[in-house]
């Protein structure tokens, strides 16, 4: 079996973000970037899934499709565990261009598995998991929270409202998985680190694909009024303000 991770190259958490270009682009100076973190999660599950041999996993490869700078943290994800990696070399102009860019590559080079996160932490789309199985025809389990290969069979588990929900699919397959999928993220060792710098990374070109959206603006929440500080002792003051001002009682 072959699994592919599909990986996007996101903002750190901790990025306080800037636009640029009239409001119209993500500021990427001086941005840390590191694997989105559902990805990091499905990347951990399917290294844990290959190290059962009863799974038959021969390969885990990372996708990005991303510029030059998304190498670093392919890398990382060699350094974690991923056998090979492929960069399709192009800016990810939104979730259409992502998943058709993906879907050419994978209409000629297979994987059994395909795994994509819940959504990017930077764009939060929650879009190109289930295009990229519509452009391949192949199905589409969101959600996951569990993932388990039994006798060649897949068994997902998703977390639905006040329950659970199980259920196998036909591979090949697209499992786009959420929180739960795996513990905590795997942490790259030393070993890792060094073994990552020979593994393959393979540069691709894109095909042509029109986006078919466009950002026109972003917009920042307001910035928060400054904080009132009040002396413990008085409650009074404390009261008043509480309803007379932030009417919250
Ligand atoms: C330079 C730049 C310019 C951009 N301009 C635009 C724009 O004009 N309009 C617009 O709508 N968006 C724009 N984007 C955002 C970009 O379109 C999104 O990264 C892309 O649409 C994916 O959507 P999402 O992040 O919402 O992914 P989601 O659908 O939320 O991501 C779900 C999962 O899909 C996979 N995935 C997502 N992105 C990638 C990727 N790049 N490679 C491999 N797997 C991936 C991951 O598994 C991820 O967990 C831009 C991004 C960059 C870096």
Redesign the pocket.
Same mark, same amino acid.
């Given at each position: 079996m072959k699994i592919l991770i599909?990986?996007?190259?996101v903002p750190d958490t901790t990025t306080k973000a800037k636009f640029v270009n009239d409001n119209t682009?993500f500021d990427t100076t001086g941005v840390q970037w590191i694997i989105?973190p559902?990805?990091e999660l499905a990347l951990t599950r399917a290294i844990e899934l290959k190290s059962n041999a009863a799974n038959s996993i021969e390969n885990i490869t990372v996708?990005? @499709? $991303?510029k030059n700078d998304a190498e670093p943290t392919m890398r990382k994800a060699l350094a974690i565990g991923a056998d090979d990696a492929v960069r399709i070399d192009a800016?990810?102009?939104?979730?259409y261009?992502?998943a058709a860019q993906?879907a050419e590559y994978v209409k000629s080079n297979p994987f059994d598995i395909i795994f994509?996160?819940?959504?990017?932490s930077?764009?939060?789309?929650?879009? @190109? $998991?289930g295009m990229l199985a519509e452009f391949l025809e192949i199905p589409s389990v969101s959600a996951i929270s569990n993932f388990e290969i039994e006798n060649g069979a897949v068994k997902i588990t998703r977390d639905i409202d006040g329950g659970k929900e199980q259920l196998t699919s036909t591979l090949p397959m697209v499992a786009t998985v959420q929180k739960g999928i795996a513990k905590e993220p795997m942490i790259a060792a030393m070993r890792g680190i060094m073994m990552a710098r020979k593994k393959p990374l393979n540069v691709v070109a894109p095909i042509e694909v029109d986006?078919l959206?466009?950002?026109t603006n972003f917009e920042m929440p307001q910035a928060k009024p400054p904080c009132k500080m009040i002396d413990p002792e008085n409650v009074k003051e404390l009261v008043d303000l509480l309803q007379n001002e932030a009417k919250v009682i």
């Amino acid at each position: 079996m072959k699994i592919l991770i599909c990986l996007s190259n996101v903002p750190d958490t901790t990025t306080k973000a800037k636009f640029v270009n009239d409001n119209t682009a993500f500021d990427t100076t001086g941005v840390q970037w590191i694997i989105n973190p559902w990805d990091e999660l499905a990347l951990t599950r399917a290294i844990e899934l290959k190290s059962n041999a009863a799974n038959s996993i021969e390969n885990i490869t990372v996708i990005t @499709v $991303g510029k030059n700078d998304a190498e670093p943290t392919m890398r990382k994800a060699l350094a974690i565990g991923a056998d090979d990696a492929v960069r399709i070399d192009a800016d990810p102009t939104d979730a259409y261009f992502v998943a058709a860019q993906i879907a050419e590559y994978v209409k000629s080079n297979p994987f059994d598995i395909i795994f994509s996160g819940i959504e990017s932490s930077d764009y939060n789309g929650s879009a @190109v $998991g289930g295009m990229l199985a519509e452009f391949l025809e192949i199905p589409s389990v969101s959600a996951i929270s569990n993932f388990e290969i039994e006798n060649g069979a897949v068994k997902i588990t998703r977390d639905i409202d006040g329950g659970k929900e199980q259920l196998t699919s036909t591979l090949p397959m697209v499992a786009t998985v959420q929180k739960g999928i795996a513990k905590e993220p795997m942490i790259a060792a030393m070993r890792g680190i060094m073994m990552a710098r020979k593994k393959p990374l393979n540069v691709v070109a894109p095909i042509e694909v029109d986006a078919l959206t466009e950002i026109t603006n972003f917009e920042m929440p307001q910035a928060k009024p400054p904080c009132k500080m009040i002396d413990p002792e008085n409650v009074k003051e404390l009261v008043d303000l509480l309803q007379n001002e932030a009417k919250v009682i």
